[in-house]
C-alpha cells in the first residue's frame, strides 16, 4: 500500500490505491448501445490489461460483452475497490451517497456541468467530494477524461485507446504526467512516450472535487517507478498542499515540472471556463511554486523537454554552456541566444583548450563554442572528443552538440561519437540533428532511445531547454547559501491598530527593526515642530500624517528644503491649507519633521500577504519609476542575503547599482539585509497584510540605506 502523509487541509489522507490499482472494478451507468461511453472504458480496461474481477451496472439490466449487468448499486458486493461513474452529472450525487453506503473505496467521474457551470454547479461539486470524504471513498473529478497507469497496466480512459504497453520496470525511472486538462494530459504523454522517454502514470483530474494536484504528486513521490513528475495546472486550488507535496519530491530528489497558464487575463478567464476555477495570482504562484523547487515552464514544449531532460539528468546545472558544432553560423546564433535566455558560454579552460589542441589542426581554434566545420565529416571521432572536453571543463555546466543531417548509416556513426563523449560525465547534454523535417533513420531512433540520450532537432529549442533547467539550478544553489545575518528582534508586541498605519507609526516600527530612518518627530503644533527641527538641524522636510492619506504629494502634503524656523512655520500653515482644500473632512495626526537627506538611488522594497501563497517581497527602482517602468523583482520572503544580492542584478536598471556615470556603487549588502528583515517581519508577524518602503534611498558602499516613506496595513 502507498504510505501518504496522513493529513490534507486537516482531513485525513484517503488512499488512491483503489483508483490507480484496483483488484475490483464496478462501471455504473452502462449502456447495450454499441460504441457507448461505458463500453468504451470497458474496452479500453480490458485492452490495457486489468484481470481482476469487473462488474456492470445499468438500467436495462441484460449482458454487455459477456458479462452480467445489475440493474442498481445496491446490488454490488460490499467493499469494491473502484466505482466508474458513466452517469450524467445530476445523478452523480445520488450514486457517490450508494457507493458509500456498499463500502466502495475509490470513484471516478467524468460528468462534466459542475464548476464550470458557475454557483450552483460549484455547490453540487462540493457536496459530491464532502459525501465521498465522509464516507472514506477516494474520488477523481469531476470533469475527468481518465487515466493511465503504466506501471500496472491499468487504464480508465472514455476515448476510445491504443492503450500502450506496460512499462518495463526494470529499466530505471519513468516520468509520471497530472494534468487538470486531457487534452493536454494527453498531448505530453504522447510527445515523451513518441521520444522513447518511460512513462509511469498519466492522469487527469479534471475539477478535483476532493482529489487533485497535491494529492497525486505525493502518491508519485512514493511510487518506486517515477523519477519526475510533469503538471500542468489551470488553478492549485490549495496552495499549502501544493508547495507541501512538491517540497516532498524535492526530498525525494524527484523534480516536479510545472506548466500553468494565466499570465494574461484572457488565459485566466479561458481556465475558469475551462474548470471552474477562480484563477489566482499568477506571479505569486510562480514566485513560490519554484521556491518549493518546481521547475516553472512557460509551454508545452519546454514541459516536454524539461521531463526528459530531468529524467535524465536529475541534478540541474549551475555553469554555462557548452557548443560543439559544425557550423560557425550556429555559433554566432547561440551567442545571440544566450543572454536573453540567461546563459553564458565560458571560455574553455586552459587544461581543456590545450587537450583539444593536440588533436585539432592550426585552423581550428580550440575554443568554446567548439567549431568542427567539415572535419566532423572525416574525423568523427572529434565529436566525442569535443564532447567530452567541454563537459569536463569545471565552467560549463551542459553542453549541446548540433550537427548538420548527414546520410543515415553516418547519422548513426555520429551519434555513437556523441554518446561516447557524454558517457564520463553527469552534466546535462542534448544533441541536435538538424534539418527538423527530415525524417531520423530508424537504426538511430532505436538506438538514441535505448541509451536514453536526448536527441531534438532544433538548436534554438535545446538552447531554450538547457536555459531552463540552468536558471533553475542557479536559483536553487542560491537558495541554498548559507545565511550568517542576525534574526529579526523586536521587544514586545507591535503594538499596531487595525487597517492603514500613518507613516510616522510605520516608521517607527522599521526603527524597531533597525532600519535607518530620517531624523525627526511627529509634531501637533507649530511650535513643537520649530522645536524638533531645532534638534535635528535645518533644512528639514514638513510631511502631513494620517493613516487615510496615501499620496500626500498629490495634495501638497509634503513640503521640501525648509530652511528655517519662519520657514517652518509658514511652511505648516500652507501645508495645513494644502490638506484642508483637498480634503475638508480629513483630521490630521499632525505633521512630520524630518531632517533633509542626501540624495542616492532610490529604490522600492515591499511586501504583501497573497490569500494563498502567503507573504511575497517586492524590489526594484523607486520613487516614481516604480509605476512608470515596472522594474522590480518579486522574492519569496525566507530567501539569504546572496540570492537577494543576485536577484537585485537581474533588475533591468541593475546597471545604477554598481554606479553610472559617476554615481557611486549601491551598497547591495544594506539593501539586502532590509529586504531581508521585511522578510522576516512577514514571516513573524501574519497581522501586517502589506509593507511599502518607496523610496528606500540607497547610497554608496558602506554607507548604507535610509527609508524616506513607510506604509504598514494591518488586519
Avoid at 132 to 141: I, K, N, S, V, W
Avoid at 225 to 231: D, H, L
Wanted: charge should be negative.
Amino acid at each position: 500500500m502507498t504510505q501518504l502523509p496522513p493529513s490534507i487541509g486537516g482531513a485525513a489522507r484517503l488512499s488512491l490505491d483503489p483508483i490507480f490499482r484496483p483488484r475490483s472494478v464496478a462501471i455504473i451507468g452502462m449502456s447495450a448501445k454499441p460504441g457507448s461511453a461505458g463500453q468504451v472504458v470497458l474496452g479500453n480496461m480490458l485492452q490495457g490489461g486489468f484481470t481482476g474481477t469487473v462488474h456492470l451496472v445499468g438500467r436495462s439490466g441484460g449482458e454487455i460483452m459477456g458479462r452480467p449487468v445489475l440493474t442498481d448499486v445496491a446490488q454490488l458486493p460490499e467493499g469494491v475497490d473502484l466505482a466508474i461513474l458513466m452517469l450524467p452529472s445530476e445523478a452523480v450525487l445520488a450514486n457517490i451517497e450508494a457507493c458509500v453506503a456498499r463500502g466502495v473505496r475509490g470513484a471516478v467521474c467524468f460528468a462534466s456541468g459542475f464548476a464550470e457551470m458557475g454557483d450552483a454547479g460549484r455547490e453540487q461539486q462540493r457536496r459530491i467530494g464532502e459525501v465521498a470524504r465522509a464516507g472514506g471513498l477516494a474520488l477523481l473529478g469531476p470533469n475527468t477524461v481518465g487515466y493511465f497507469n503504466y506501471v500496472d497496466a491499468f487504464t480508465v480512459f472514455m476515448v476510445e485507446q491504443n492503450i500502450p504497453p506496460p512499462l518495463d520496470r526494470d529499466a530505471g525511472k519513468a516520468v509520471a504526467v497530472v494534468a487538470q486538462s486531457g487534452g493536454i494530459g494527453a498531448h505530453l504523454a504522447a510527445s515523451l512516450r513518441m521520444r522513447g522517454v518511460p512513462l509511469s502514470y498519466m492522469m487527469t483530474t479534471g475539477n478535483e472535487a476532493q482529489q487533485g494536484l497535491a494529492e497525486m504528486i505525493d502518491f508519485f513521490v512514493d511510487d518506486p517507478y517515477t523519477g519526475v513528475i510533469v503538471v500542468y495546472a489551470e488553478q492549485i486550488r490549495s496552495a499549502p498542499d501544493f508547495l507541501a507535496a512538491a517540497g516532498r519530491a524535492r526530498q525525494a530528489g524527484k523534480p516536479v515540472v510545472l506548466l500553468h497558464p494565466g499570465r494574461s487575463e484572457r488565459s485566466q478567464a479561458a481556465a475558469q471556463s475551462h474548470t471552474g476555477a477562480l484563477a489566482g495570482n499568477h506571479a505569486a504562484m510562480h514566485l513560490m511554486v519554484e521556491h518549493a523547487g518546481v521547475v516553472n515552464v512557460d509551454t508545452l514544449e519546454e514541459a516536454i523537454d524539461l521531463g526528459q531532460l530531468l529524467l535524465r539528468y536529475p541534478q540541474a546545472p549551475t555553469g554555462g554552456l557548452g557548443l560543439v558544432t559544425a557550423s560557425g553560423a550556429l555559433c554566432g546564433i547561440t551567442q545571440d541566444y544566450v543572454e536573453p535566455l540567461g546563459l553564458d558560454l565560458p571560455a574553455l579552460s586552459a587544461e581543456q583548450t590545450e587537450r583539444l589542441r593536440e588533436h585539432l589542426p592550426d585552423f581550428t581554434p580550440p575554443r568554446n563554442p567548439l567549431d568542427l566545420g567539415t572535419l566532423v565529416a572525416w574525423k568523427p571521432e572529434l565529436i566525442s572528443l569535443g564532447t567530452a572536453s567541454l563537459l569536463a571543463d569545471a565552467d560549463l555546466g551542459s553542453v549541446l552538440v548540433s550537427l548538420p543531417m548527414p546520410g543515415p548509416e553516418t547519422a548513426v556513426v555520429w551519434l555513437r561519437h556523441y554518446l561516447q563523449g557524454i558517457s564520463a560525465s553527469a552534466k546535462p547534454a542534448i544533441l541536435v540533428m538538424q534539418s527538423e523535417d527530415e525524417p531520423l533513420p530508424p537504426a538511430f531512433i532505436e538506438e538514441a532511445q535505448r541509451s536514453g540520450a536526448i536527441v531534438m532537432r532544433s538548436p534554438e529549442r535545446a538552447l531554450r531547454a538547457l536555459s531552463r533547467i540552468t536558471r533553475f539550478g542557479r536559483a536553487r544553489a542560491a537558495q541554498a547559501a548559507p545565511d550568517t545575518a542576525p534574526a529579526l528582534r523586536l521587544d514586545g508586541p507591535l503594538g499596531l491598530g487595525s487597517g492603514t498605519q500613518a507613516e510616522w507609526v510605520g516608521k517607527q516600527l522599521l526603527g524597531r527593526l533597525g532600519l535607518r530612518v530620517p531624523a525627526g518627530a511627529l509634531a501637533t503644533t507649530p511650535d513643537e515642530a520649530v522645536r524638533i527641527a531645532a534638534d535635528i538641524g535645518y533644512p528639514v522636510v514638513l510631511k502631513a500624517q494620517a493613516a487615510t492619506l496615501a499620496h500626500k504629494s498629490e495634495v501638497g502634503g509634503v513640503l521640501l528644503n525648509i530652511a528655517d524656523a519662519a520657514a517652518l512655520r509658514a511652511a505648516w500653515q500652507r501645508l495645513h491649507d494644502n490638506v484642508r482644500r483637498a480634503e475638508p473632512q480629513l483630521v490630521l495626526d499632525g505633521a512630520l519633521v524630518e531632517k533633509m537627506g542626501e540624495r542616492g538611488l532610490e529604490l522600492v522594497v515591499g511586501a504583501s500577504r497573497d490569500p494563498n501563497w502567503g507573504p511575497i517581497l517586492m524590489v526594484g527602482l523607486g520613487g516614481i519609476w516604480v509605476e512608470a517602468l515596472g522594474d522590480v523583482q518579486l522574492l519569496a520572503p525566507d530567501l539569504p542575503r546572496s540570492a537577494i544580492v543576485q536577484r537585485l542584478r537581474s533588475l533591468k536598471a541593475a546597471k545604477l547599482l554598481d554606479g553610472f556615470r559617476g554615481a557611486p556603487a549601491v551598497d547591495l549588502d544594506a539593501v539586502a539585509e532590509v529586504v531581508a528583515l521585511l522578510g522576516q517581519l512577514m514571516l513573524q508577524h501574519p497581522e501586517i497584510t502589506e509593507v511599502d518602503i518607496n523610496p528606500l534611498v540607497a547610497y554608496g558602499k558602506g554607507q548604507g540605506v535610509v527609508a524616506l516613506d513607510a506604509l504598514i496595513v494591518t488586519q
